[in-house]
């Protein structure tokens, strides 16, 4: 089955720097790739995916890339900001079946003022 | 508004009485997950209806099944709660369609087992 490496557990930044989470999956056949915000209590929030057929897209202050080849995603917030601080998850799934999604055990962001 | 509702949101529970945890969509997705996400761990899938199909994954225990009467509904049943089994139970739907696979999270049933 898949296996999605997130890298780091933990990362702190002040307001206003950029901060990068970069995972890795396992299973070439994956194609979709999804990041989530999960607030303490609350429910996983979808912020940005990507599939397999693009290498890079951005909404406003966050960004995915897509290294197929190399089975590297990662996720890049600029211009951080307080609202920021939360646990970030990314996941992979065979997109396009009706698979679940496999997580990444990942990263609390902590957004230093 | 469109949404996944799941109730209660809060379950209490003695170890060894079962159980039984709700969600509803007005999405009208066909594909509805179940997953668990302990304290300070990411989501963990435990099984998936796709329409009626049922889809277990091989890691999930025997102690969990899941019902799904029609397509806005869907039941995950724990027949023998252990303490083990505390955890948050998050219900996730989406379309399986050409063009997006996104998956919606319901708020989630926190499941205390004493």
């Known amino acids: 089955g898949e296996n999605v490496e997130q890298h780091p557990s933990t990362l702190s930044v002040q307001e206003g720097d950029s901060a990068v989470i970069k995972c890795t999956y396992s299973d070439s056949a994956s194609n979709y790739f999804p990041w989530y915000k999960q607030e303490l209590g609350k429910r996983p929030q979808l912020i940005i995916d990507i599939r397999s057929n693009v290498g890079e897209k951005k909404d406003q202050r966050i960004a995915v890339t897509l290294n197929k080849t190399a089975k590297h995603f990662s996720l890049h917030i600029t211009e951080t900001q307080p609202e920021d601080s939360a646990v970030y998850f990314c996941a992979a799934s065979e997109g396009g079946g009706a698979d679940g999604l496999t997580f990444g055990k990942g990263t609390h962001l902590i957004i230093q003022p | 508004d469109a949404m996944v509702i799941q109730n209660p949101r809060y379950q209490v529970t003695q170890f060894g009485k079962p159980v039984t945890l709700s969600c509803s969509q007005t999405?009208?997705?066909?594909?509805m997950y179940w997953y668990q996400q302990k304290s300070s761990q990411a989501p963990k899938l435990l099984f998936h209806y796709y329409d009626k199909d049922f889809n277990n994954e091989a890691d999930t225990p025997d102690n969990f099944q899941s019902r799904r009467p029609n397509t806005s509904f869907c039941f995950l049943d724990i027949r023998s709660p252990g303490l083990g089994d505390a955890a948050m139970y998050l219900c996730a739907t989406s379309f399986h369609g050409i063009y997006t696979d996104t998956q919606y999270f319901g708020p989630g049933t926190r499941l205390t087992v004493l």
């Open positions: 999405l009208n997705h066909n594909v």
